[in-house]
């Protein structure tokens, strides 16, 4: 008990330190400008706090009474952090994956922006951290609302910091204008229950639960969830996701992408199953759905990308879409009180919550270390860097693994856990649910194969064969501080890839906090026993199979007895996902352009070019109708405005006559 | 004697003024004056914490409402005062236009609008209010140019007319009170007039034709849609200044005044159809100008409509009521008062230096105007509800005490527009600071005075954004527990 | 003295009438110079009216009130009129937008509006409906003025309409309203009236025209 | 006892391997009317590709060289999944049907991985090809087995053995048929064989699996010969063991051991033929008609997802 009482009170103050810490890094920079040494001081700060979160989760995570931290006596509303279980778990995912980002920071930012820039880059990256630790640790609706508001503010700072070119400027805008109607639907979803609860405070709210009317809790479900879809990136809502994490300086690219999305699953969690303890019975259905078509479009979408970023960013949708199977399938348990499969489920959502905030942001601080090396993230244009920096290859190698849901890497076990629970589904008595949850084994099945296609390629172009350009020629391996952070995720992932356990049993109490009266099935425990066993199978043969192949001779390619294999005749990114892309037609309406130099020869040309684009834009089908309205609205009302005096003297007439017609007839 | 000073300060000022053609040593004169008159709305505020309410005669009173409003106007007017010595640092000698005619007009507006504040008399009220129209309506149509003569044109007139029915009202207001027994010296008398609301139940028609015709009557002055006519006219072609002034006090003065009758009304037949009304305005406002910002061409104008916006939270506020309502729609006015003077500075530098304020014609802001866009944004941050600014705090009252009335229409269209508002501000900040600059500024840092103005300005935002300080804590209960 | 009483009883029940036809002939009235004078001689029944109150309520105030109202509206007012369309050296058209027939048939149904207005609220006020009536119809005619005549002048001269109506009302509802107001009300007429002939004439010197149709800069 | 037997039948699962690819080239030749070579000749063949030396590309990097040894480590781990003659495999008991899958999968990746590592046209051709034909056979390849899983209702693939091992031949289920035929088609494409792929043709338009490896000789060529020839004897096993288990050992005894390992070389041989027979029979498919081939595949396993649903009332 003691102990206990000792762990508490370590997670407590080193909760309350790394917020200070977080705090002061702006003063910080404010007093000292442009000194380069408060800058180290700076960076170190922010490490040693993303440290501290992730320490103060891990305590967190063990104890059943929760951290709280009131700063009510500050705010004008209750302004109170409370450190339950399921915010120690998402306080723990941020740490584990800031850190590392802020390593990679500390050499990034100096190699690549000027001194004013540096300042209020980490004075940004700082506040993004503190407000995404707000967020999972809020336990008042202003809290929670201040902060999350506050993290798109500055996230969309970070990524201006790049440049302001127009187009650029116009995906931030479309960023933040679908970040702010998020806002707005879920600041109404935790406004809705205020007429019940009488109280912002998360526990009052909890407990008005039984006296929510079932349409209100209807409309709280929705909202809650297009307003956390919003910033989760689910389609149709993720337009704004390709367009701005590919544009952000790459650390905030692992931060966006590994950490800030999850912020959205926590607060969809902390809804679904916290507060309304699993919304009406169809919701899950219906995440299933949404979250199924979000994975494959995403994973889809990713494969026809040749920008290493965009092609991350269209993954981070897959990823998302693969999380969100396993809350909806949590839902159709629960609401069917299957309390083992929703247990399951939700584990495994969560479980890969975690991986893909490893495996993510390794692969984006992977890209940057590429960008930084080469000056370009076109894959067609990288090639052979498996050679030249084998470090930060090997560490992408590994991120390419766990993303491709490999076994012996992360990414295979939640996948595996997202499995499992489907399978689990046919033991719920209900015809629908028999039905559809296995057969989602088959798309989560075609999902995984796209990926793993998806990342060889990633993997096979970017890195191996010869140099596609001058700049993947002359590449050199990142500095230390870059190779560091990716090898410190790389064997993060591989760690929990091969001891899967290390991760599960803490979930496990998570979980036993949100689901009453439900832990894992014993054969999943079990299961997670052999893996170390096939790794040891697997690395075992390998290992003597290379000892066995004796001796290597340097020998050219060959090339059908032609001299000269140049690197322009290797497969390029786009030949690569050309058999998919066809398949998948339907998918793209993709525009082919084909154009022979010179034209009057077509079988004897000078140069062939050729270009496929995607036609298929939610953009186009969505978006733009609904602006359009609002804005010929506006120019209607514009119309109205005439200019002349005698009609504004009108409107006031008519006004009045209105009213007063109102008050003769109510009487 | 307090009260009296602080009219006298003004007014005796405005003449003096007229006495010094010199424009620097009219601008010091005018910061001396301002400063008096500063302190004196101080003393003034002051007193009425310490003693409750200070009494002047029969038609001059100052009570907790009143004193918060004079806070906020004593505020914005030394920054207004601040920011106009540096804007009027080249302007001629015309004949009317010219820096003392401006110092004395504004003292005189601001005369005005203190006498608004407190006056105890509902008649003296609107005598002031429609002088706030004549005073101001000069320094509209101060710059004597096409543009600036309509303006001035339109809001006289639409002003003078909206006024005439506020008179109506309050003449059927008295025509309620003297009917139920009130001494016809006492039938204007705010105080009055709530002791006695009570006994007026009985005529809840008179009462609710007098709120008709006070509501649509003052609401043109604040700026309701579709009274509103008036307010984007005046805000463009005003100078700077008065920009600040009118959509910075003067609305609030109108604003104050409504109160002042929706608090009568209420206590009389319930808080029902003044309700009612308010947060058709309110709604109707915000909606109306939230579209319109979208389709803005000119920056102050762009401004305009948001504030009459604002005054449409404002209404909504008041309109949920409800202590937290209340408590968010008055901080509402002036969190919204600090932001919107910011806003208008810096579209004043803006037009100084780019010389104009076609938005289209203007971009690359961020590189050729560091301070001045760093201002814009932060105001604009500020002006649309984000943290950590002021004006969230207040929206989130509001929006809080409306969800938990379960008003879901209003909360409904309120979140949509909120969303289609900061939409159209991102647009026009993005095309106004990014990209490449068309023309170079004359000056790109900014002169002190500027510096000063805006600095504390945004901090003030900031700094409600953190925490409402002790000083505000108690006026508002003050201020709330007059209007109870 | 009973002359005057006579009188008085015969302006009480009468000086509606004289209202409602300065009302209509103002709705016909083309040249600038005669609406003024028609307002002139509307004023001055309301002057007659008030004098009428006076001195069968036995109220003294009520006097000084009429007294302000026969100098400011019956000859000061007109007379500022005069002089500014002489100053203007403008058309003496009204510059209506709807013709003089259409006029007449709106005022006729403004007045028909007015009466219909008033009748509930009449007898609980207990005065004589036709006088509330012809107040209403008063400021209904003046926003109407406003609304349909294009010249500048003509707005003034409609929101005057509109102030006799409401002071009307007042005056017959409440026997008018605290002396100092009512004075604090002419003392705003008189200097709005003032400001609006500055504007006139910059409005002229700037345009020079005086449609205020025309002024259509400022929109959207 | 247990754990020795278990080890065995993985050994014998991993060295047969060779033996069965020469029975059915042995095979496939009586059909064409040929002599064919001797059924041991893929033991000569790995024997000589060992002794030789590795010819490595100039521009390939270390992932080109651990590539084939990772792939033969996942196939081998995939083998000590599937009991032969004893119900119990060697990680069996647990190692479910989702690790089986992804196994394969794991060692996939890493071969098109070398293949690209070669630097000329045909890995990277290959690694695309192969990409598609992968990631669609996931689907039916999951759901065939998951549909086996909910009527055991066990994941492991002991457990599904173990459930088939106790229902008689002839109440055999619509759900098995549907499973067989879909599993059957997709071990075809994962083995890279007819009328998927053709094991045996050198000319690029064609070419899949034989692409990937054009740049490898030597050691490494050998790894990758062996592990295609446990991953197609794996498969083989796996079949056997999921719809046809009946014969294996229900104890220790070494009478029972040996019936069985006859009962199996039975259905083996038999598998073989039946194999041998599609592979000189049918015409490689057409690039973009295999999609519909194992979308046919697809289609037949989801029936039979939906039908267990039916079975299990």
Known sequence: MGNSQLQIGMANIAFRSLLVGLGIVVPLLLMANRAKRMRRIVAALIAVCSLAAAMAGATALFQHTAIRIELSVVTPFPFVLTLDQLSAFFLLLIG?????????????????????????????????????????????????????????????????????????????????????????????????????SHTQDFEGIRFSLATVPLGTR??????????????????????????????????????????????????????????????????????????????????????????????????????IGIIFLGLGTSLIFAAHHNFVGAALALTAALMHAFNHALFKSLLFLGAGAVSHATHTLDLNQLGGLQRRMPATGLAMLVGCCSIAGLPLFNGFISEWLTFRSFVAGSTVLNTKTQVILPLMVGILAMIGGLAAACFVKVFGVGFLGRPRSAGAEHAEEAPFAMRASLSLLAAACVCVGIFPGILLRPLGLVIGGLIPAAGLPADIVSFTRIIPWTAAIVLGIAGMAVLLSGGKRIARTWACGLPGLTSRMQYSSTGFSKPIRFVFARVYRPERKVERLPADQPYFPVSVSYSSVRTTSWERAIYRPFVDLFISIAYQLRRLQTGNIQVYLLYIFLALVCLLTFVRFER | MILLSSLAIPLLGAGLMLGFANAKIATRLALLIGAAEIASLGAIVWQVHIRGVLQEGRYLRADGLSAFFLLSIAFVFGLVLVYSSGYLRHMGEGRFTSARWFYSLVFLFLFTMITVCLSANLGLMWIMMEGTTLASALLVGFYNTEGAVEAGWKYLMVCTVGIAFALFGTIVLYLAAVKDGVKSADALDWLSLMTAAPRMAGDGHLLKLAFVFVIVGYGTKIGFVPMHSWLPDAHTEAPTPISALLSGVLLNCAMYALMRYDAIISHAIGSGFPHALLLIFGVMSMVVAGLLILVQRNLKRLMAYSSVEHMGIIAIGLGVGGPLGLWGALLHTFNHSVAKSLLFFSAGNVRHNLGTLRMDGISGMSRTLPQTSAALVVGSLAIVGLPPFGLFISEFAILSEAFTQARYLVVTLFLITLSVVFGGFAHHLFKLLCGQPVRQPERSRLIPSEYTVMGIAAFCLLLFGARVPYVFRVLLQDAMAVLR | MGLVAIATSKILSSFSVFLFLSILLLAVARRISTNVLLFGVQSAVITAEVFATGFQEKLAEIYVVAAMVFVIKVMLIPRAFFVLTKKLKTVHDVKASTTPTQSVFIVAFLIYLSYAAVQSYGQEVRVPEDGLAAAVALILTGAFLMVSRRKALMQMLGLLVMENGIFLAALLTTFGMPLVIEIGIFFDILVGLLLMGIFTFRIRDTFDHLDVSKLRRLRG | MKLVINLLQALMLILGAPLVRGVISRVKARLQRRRGASIW?????????????????????????IAPALLLGATACVAAFVPVVWPIGLLASRGDLFLLVYFLAFGRFFLSLGAFDGG??????????????????????????????????????????????????????TVHILAFTSLAMVVLAETGRMPIDNPTTHLELTMIHEAMVLEYSGPSLALIEAASAVKLHAMLALLIGLFMPWGMASSYSGGELGLAFIFYAAKVAGLIFVLALIESGVAKLRMYLVPDFLGVASALSALAVIFTMLVKR
């Open chain 1, 218 to 319: 209807t409309a709280i479900f929705v909202l809650a969830f297009a307003g956390f879809g919003v910033k989760a990136g689910i389609i149709p809502l993720h337009l704004w996701l390709p367009r701005a994490h590919p544009i952000a300086p790459s650390p905030v690219s692992a931060l966006m992408s590994g950490i800030m999305l999850k912020t959205a699953v926590y607060g969809l969690v902390r809804f679904a199953f916290d507060f309304l303890g699993g919304g009406p019975w169809w919701s899950g259905y219906v995440v299933l759905l949404i979250a199924a078509v979000t994975a494959l479009l995403g994973i889809l979408y990713a494969i026809a990308e040749h920008d290493l970023k965009r092609l991350l960013a269209y993954s981070s949708v897959e990823n």
């Open chain 4, 120 to 173: 000329s046209a045909f890995g990277g051709m290959g690694a695309s090809r192969e990409a598609l034909v992968s990631s669609l056979a996931e689907t039916p390849f999951l759901l065939a087995l998951t549909a086996i899983a909910i009527l055991a209702s066990h994941a492991d693939i002991s457990g599904m053995i173990g459930w088939t091992l106790q229902q008689s031949f002839f109440n055999i289920s």
């Open chain 4, 41 to 65: 000749r893929p033991y000569s063949d790995l024997f000589k590709l060992l002794r030789k030396e590795d010819l490595v590309p100039p521009t390939s990097s270390v992932v080109f060289r």
């Open chain 1, 96 to 196: 584990s994956a800031a850190t590392p980002v802020a390593i990679f920071s500390a050499s990034y930012f100096e190699l690549h922006y000027s001194d004013q820039l540096r300042n209020w880059i980490w004075g940004f990256v700082s506040l993004f951290l503190l407000s995404m630790i707000v967020v999972v640790t809020a336990s008042t609706i202003f809290a929670f609302l201040f902060a999350w508001e506050l993290m798109t503010l500055v996230s969309a700072g970070l990524v201006l910091m790049e440049g302001d070119s127009p187009e650029r400027s116009h995906n931030v805008f479309i960023y933040l204008l679908m970040m702010h109607a998020g806002a707005a639907a879920v600041a109404a979803s935790f406004f809705l229950f205020l007429p019940f």
